[in-house]
């Protein structure tokens, strides 16, 4: 590897750290964010408000894919992922420095949303044009190994700002950080992004799309080549459901359904839960390195659809074990005190809820919603129309109610005399409120952990490699962001609020897995029979 070559990863990966950095901050700090900037604000503007930070966190990064995408493939690479990390790094620092909504009123939860927009937007550009850069400048047989690199970003910026959150957090002490501590990790970013751009303002243009240009190959329209045109547009489906998509679903529950699971469902405190991931990134890391490499000499596709078929079948034992080692008490609990929901089955909705706004009101769906948030395993019984949806523990009946037409006072009182029912109930029969610290296995969790980063690190490490092979020069950057950007915008990011609405459906805690196996199968097949091969292609003559 020459010393331009060592440049060029350690600007492209150093930026795509910082950019993640940045993205993760704002998702690992929404509950103080949330009061800072939401908390005067009235319900219907709430709603509105969710729904835009919903869209810029996922579903605005295929709309950054194509608009930086576009301008990568007409302009060049250098300049786009430039333009990238600035839009990013600015709204980052500005979200630090933004008065909350006591200083500044309904402005201060606007502005923010537009900075959300702007980070979602910049995302989506930034890991197109940091593959395609890095891969256009690798030898033919080393791309897999060199932009394997790119593919350590996102761990290592989700890591990095656990590291920051964490270590302010234990400085400042909760309260100091709640009331304005939480502004420094948005801060540093300035820092960071000081660094980055002055790193990349010293690279070249990548010498294939040099070479291209020089010859005037460059395509006129890259979305229509790109989109418009069946032969492309069909690679890019494959790209999608033969690639992506089970490699999103994988990505995610390997590390954030992970911890969803040890917080949300098996109630480890925050910050051992965060410890726990972090030495599991620690960790498992390097293999991004080592499959990206490996895959440089037995192809991608053994790789990445390997490891979404492995992944598929050990996700149940897997986090059975998780359970056994983590919480214990709860483990038991499950298997000696069973409970059913006697209920109308019209009443139960799928309570599928991504953005956090949707009320589910019915007896039903309040009994579900409060035994799938404290993790106890029931069994459906069909009740006749017009039944009030009640809830049997062992040998006690305690009866739901309906929140329909209340207002929020009378749902208040309801809900608290409810919810204290039912807790006294279910730790009568053994459900835990929390993990017992000295119950938890440390060392089997993080193996366990770290098994799951290395199923992120199976299909994660080729992929920018087989994205980049894909698509000719002319339009790679546009072809390759938007495939990417569905596949862990919408299927990835989708993954907790699915697998929570399945687990309130149906009873099971493990039920929700069941949308990663599924989709992560469904990648397998189709791109065991549709996927090329393309580790053997030569960039240099891919126009």
Same mark, same amino acid.
């Given at each position: 590897?020459?010393?331009?070559?060592?440049?060029?990863?350690?600007?492209?990966?150093?930026?795509?750290?910082?950019?993640? &950095?940045?993205?993760?901050?704002?998702?690992?700090?929404?509950?103080?964010?949330?009061?800072?900037? *939401?908390?005067?604000?009235?319900?219907?503007?709430?709603?509105? *408000? #969710?729904?835009?930070?919903?869209?810029?966190?996922?579903?605005?990064?295929?709309?950054?894919?194509?608009?930086?995408?576009?301008?990568?493939?007409?302009?060049?690479?250098?300049?786009?992922?430039?333009?990238?990390? +600035?839009?990013?790094?600015?709204?980052?620092?500005?979200?630090?420095?933004?008065?909350?909504?006591?200083?500044?009123?309904?402005?201060?939860?606007?502005?923010?949303?537009?900075?959300?927009?702007?980070?979602?937007?910049?995302?989506?550009?930034?890991?197109?044009?940091?593959?395609?850069?890095? %891969?256009?400048?690798?030898?033919?047989?080393?791309?897999?190994? &060199?932009?394997?690199?790119?593919?350590? !970003?996102?761990?290592?910026?989700?890591?990095?700002?656990?590291?920051? =959150?964490?270590?302010?957090?234990?400085?400042?002490?909760?309260?100091?950080?709640?009331?304005?501590?939480?502004?420094?990790?948005?801060?540093?970013? =300035?820092?960071?992004?000081?660094?980055?751009?002055?790193?990349? +303002?010293?690279?070249?243009?990548?010498?294939?799309?040099?070479?291209?240009?020089?010859?005037?190959?460059?395509?006129?329209?890259?979305?229509?080549?790109?989109?418009?045109?069946?032969?492309?547009?069909?690679?890019?489906?494959?790209?999608?459901?033969?690639?992506? #998509?089970?490699?999103?679903? $994988?990505?995610?529950?390997?590390?954030?359904?992970?911890?969803?699971?040890?917080?949300?469902?098996?109630?480890?405190?925050?910050?051992?839960?965060?410890?726990?991931?972090?030495?599991?990134?620690?960790?498992?890391?390097?293999?991004?390195?080592? *499959?990206?490499?490996?895959?440089?000499?037995?192809?991608?596709?053994?790789?990445?659809?390997?490891?979404?078929?492995?992944?598929?079948?050990?996700?149940?034992?897997?986090? %059975?074990?998780?359970?056994?080692?983590?919480?214990?008490?709860?483990?038991?609990?499950?298997? !000696?005190?069973?409970?059913?929901?006697?209920?109308?089955?019209?009443?139960?909705?799928?309570?599928?809820?991504?953005?956090?706004?949707?009320?589910?009101?019915?007896?039903?769906?309040?009994?579900?919603?409060?035994?799938?948030?404290?993790? $106890?395993?029931?069994?459906?019984?069909?009740?006749?129309?017009?039944?009030?949806?009640?809830?049997?523990?062992?040998?006690?009946?305690?009866?739901?109610?309906?929140?329909?037409?209340?207002?929020?006072?009378?749902?208040?009182?309801?809900?608290?005399?409810?919810?204290?029912?039912?807790?006294?109930?279910?730790?009568?029969?053994?459900?835990?409120?929390?993990?017992?610290?000295?119950?938890?296995?440390?060392?089997?969790?993080?193996?366990?952990?770290?098994?799951?980063?290395?199923? $992120?690190?199976?299909?994660?490490?080729?992929?920018?490699?087989?994205?980049?092979?894909?698509?000719?020069?002319? =339009?790679?950057?546009?072809?390759?962001?938007?495939? &990417?950007?569905?596949?862990?915008?919408?299927?990835?990011?989708?993954?907790?609020?699915?697998?929570?609405?399945?687990? %309130?459906?149906?009873?099971?805690?493990?039920?929700? +897995?069941?949308?990663?196996?599924?989709? %992560?199968?469904?990648?397998?097949?189709?791109?065991?029979?549709?996927?090329?091969?393309?580790?053997?292609?030569?960039?240099?003559?891919?126009?």
């Amino acid at each position: 590897m020459t010393r331009e070559e060592k440049k060029v990863i350690f600007a492209s990966s150093l930026g795509t750290v910082f950019e993640w &950095y940045d993205f993760y901050l704002y998702g690992s700090l929404s509950a103080i964010i949330a009061a800072q900037f *939401f908390s005067g604000v009235n319900p219907t503007a709430a709603f509105i *408000f #969710a729904l835009m930070a919903f869209a810029a966190g996922f579903a605005v990064r295929p709309f950054g894919a194509i608009v930086f995408g576009r301008l990568g493939d007409l302009v060049g690479r250098k300049y786009t992922f430039l333009i990238t990390i +600035l839009l990013m790094g600015a709204s980052t620092f500005v979200v630090g420095i933004l008065p909350n909504y006591a200083s500044w009123g309904i402005a201060a939860p606007v502005i923010l949303i537009i900075l959300r927009l702007f980070q979602g937007l910049a995302l989506g550009g930034e890991y197109g044009g940091a593959a395609t850069y890095v %891969a256009e400048h690798a030898p033919n047989g080393r791309r897999g190994f &060199y932009t394997s690199w790119i593919q350590t !970003t996102a761990t290592l910026g989700l890591f990095l700002s656990l590291l920051v =959150i964490l270590g302010t957090r234990t400085y400042l002490g909760e309260a100091a950080f709640a009331e304005w501590g939480w502004r420094i990790p948005f801060l540093v970013s =300035i820092l960071l992004l000081a660094v980055s751009v002055w790193i990349r +303002l010293t690279l070249n243009e990548s010498p294939v799309f040099k070479k291209m240009k020089e010859e005037g190959k460059t395509s006129k329209a890259p979305l229509t080549e790109a989109f418009g045109r069946w032969e492309n547009a069909k690679v890019g489906l494959i790209a999608l459901f033969g690639g992506t #998509a089970g490699q999103a679903v $994988v990505w995610y529950t390997g590390q954030f359904y992970a911890l969803f699971f040890l917080t949300q469902t098996l109630k480890v405190d925050g910050w051992t839960a965060n410890v726990l991931i972090a030495i599991s990134l620690l960790i498992g890391t390097p293999f991004f390195i080592v *499959f990206g490499w490996l895959s440089d000499k037995i192809g991608r596709k053994p790789i990445i659809l390997g490891g979404c078929l492995i992944a598929a079948l050990t996700y149940f034992p897997i986090f %059975a074990a998780i359970t056994h080692y983590a919480n214990p008490a709860l483990e038991k609990a499950q298997a !000696t005190s069973p409970v059913t929901v006697v209920a109308n089955p019209a009443e139960c909705s799928f309570q599928f809820n991504p953005v956090g706004t949707a009320k589910f009101v019915t007896s039903c769906d309040i009994a579900k919603s409060f035994l799938a948030r404290n993790s $106890v395993n029931y069994s459906n019984e069909a009740a006749p129309a017009g039944t009030v949806a009640s809830i049997k523990v062992g040998d006690k009946v305690i009866p739901s109610f309906s929140g329909v037409g209340l207002d929020a006072a009378a749902m208040k009182t309801q809900s608290d005399a409810f919810t204290a029912s039912m807790t006294e109930a279910i730790r009568a029969a053994g459900y835990p409120a929390k993990a017992d610290p000295a119950a938890i296995n440390t060392p089997m969790v993080v193996a366990l952990l770290t098994i799951l980063v290395l199923f $992120v690190t199976m299909v994660y490490g080729p992929i920018a490699a087989w994205l980049v092979e894909l698509f000719p020069t002319r =339009i790679r950057y546009t072809a390759m962001s938007l495939p &990417y950007h569905i596949g862990n915008g919408w299927f990835g990011g989708f993954l907790p609020t699915t697998a929570f609405a399945m687990v %309130a459906a149906t009873g099971d805690i493990y039920y929700g +897995l069941w949308y990663p196996i599924i989709v %992560a199968l469904a990648t397998f097949v189709i791109g065991l029979v549709l996927a090329p091969e393309t580790n053997k292609r030569d960039l240099e003559n891919w126009h």
